[in-house]
């Protein structure tokens, strides 16, 4: 649903034109530096997208799905390390609080999230929980008015930069499975809480991950997220099926960016005497890419507008994160074999974000856990 179109235009409007004179000029030096410099953290600030969906009432803007959507379309119009910065705030690492917080959770933590002065971050994945993330095994034991934390968690975004952590941690170790796990938030600085190294990954430069750890941490039993156990997994869930969401729309936006390089470059590629883009086989590649963008974009703005009316939109934002993170595969491909020789080299942008799109279809859950969900929601609904 979108609120007030108006409204909505202008800050697309202002997005556009930040992405545009701002982030793109600086994509190189980020990928390089594999940092995104403090002044234009301070921007991304003031514009208010580290509060893009979180409520009103804590300082967000508190758009809407769709409109959170349409955000992140133009967001995606440049490297993935600038939203991934503000995204775990306004996403995996804010909305745990937001959807099944305490009133003294949001009051405490929302407006901080909601401005960028904290960031926060989402630990579930551990050593041996990835895809089965009910099997984790940090443990939680509760002792007089805090909980004592212990375990591993992995490739966490963020996690150098954050300072709280939603960490998922087993309470009750007699149940193996999803009831036996509980959501607290962590202060960063808590004893007991240490980073391991920032990893190196394949792409996505100036964004990072590490393990966090946790040694006979004591973190308050104020902070288990709700005030009550055994909901942690639950909570985790719900956060990935609206993560998931704008998680493909950013997919979209990469993709535009990307038939837009590929028709400019076809458009000055000369050989055998015409520019590239005149050839047949080329103007395929463009046209199944901008085929498959429609499509992709069209499918997250469905899901999102069901989403807003209310309606369960698991299998939807499932659906919609396996088809776009697997969609701007196929588009970032052909974009470099549109570019040729020059695709393969670090001149051209597209050689980055082949890199930078691969983590699309694993993070926030693989394209094989998506298709998991859609095909046991869809067993469900006939039983
Ligand atoms: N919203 C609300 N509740 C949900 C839910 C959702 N989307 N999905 C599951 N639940 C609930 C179930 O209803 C069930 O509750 P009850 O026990 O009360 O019935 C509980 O959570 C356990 O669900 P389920 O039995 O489906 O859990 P599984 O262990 O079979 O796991 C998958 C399901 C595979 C879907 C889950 O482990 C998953 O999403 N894995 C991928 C994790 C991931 O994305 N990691 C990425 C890293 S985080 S960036």
Known sequence: MIRDQETLNQLLATVSRFVRERLVPNEERIAEEDRVPDDIVRDMRELGLFGLSLPEEYGGLGLTMEEEVSVAFELGQTSPAFRSLMGTNNGIGGQGIVIDGTQEQKDKWLPKLASGEIIGSFALTEPN??????????????????????????????????????????????????????????????????????????????????????????????????????????????????????????????????????????????????????????????????????????????????????????????????????MVGRVADRAVQIHGGAGYIAEYCVERFYRDVRLFRIYEGTSQIQQLVIARNMLRESA
């Open 129 to 326: 929980a990835g895809s089965d993330a009910a099997s984790l095994r940090s443990s939680a034991r509760r002792d007089g008015d805090h909980y004592v934390l212990n375990g591993t968690k992995r490739f966490i975004t963020n996690a150098p930069h954050a300072h709280i952590y939603t960490v998922m941690a087993r309470t009750n170790p007699e149940d193996k499975g999803a009831g036996g796990i509980s959501a607290f938030i962590v202060e960063r600085g808590t004893p007991g809480l240490s980073l391991g190294k920032i990893d190196k990954k394949m792409g996505q430069k100036g964004s990072h991950t590490c393990d966090v750890i946790f040694e006979d941490c004591r973190v308050p039993a104020a902070n288990i997220i709700g005030g009550k156990e055994g909901q942690g997994f639950k909570t985790a869930m719900k956060v990935l099926d609206r993560g998931r969401l704008h998680i493909a729309a950013v997919c979209v936006g990469v993709a535009e960016r990307l038939i837009r390089e590929s028709v400019k470059y076809a458009s000055e590629r000369v050989q055998f005497g015409k520019p590239i883009a005149e050839f047949q086989l080329i103007q395929a590649m463009l046209a199944d890419s901008r085929s498959e963008a429609y499509a992709a974009r069209s499918m997250v703005q469905d899901a999102a507008r069901r989403k807003d009316a209310g309606e369960n939109v698991s299998t939807e934002a499932a659906c919609c994160k396996l088809f776009a993170s697997e």
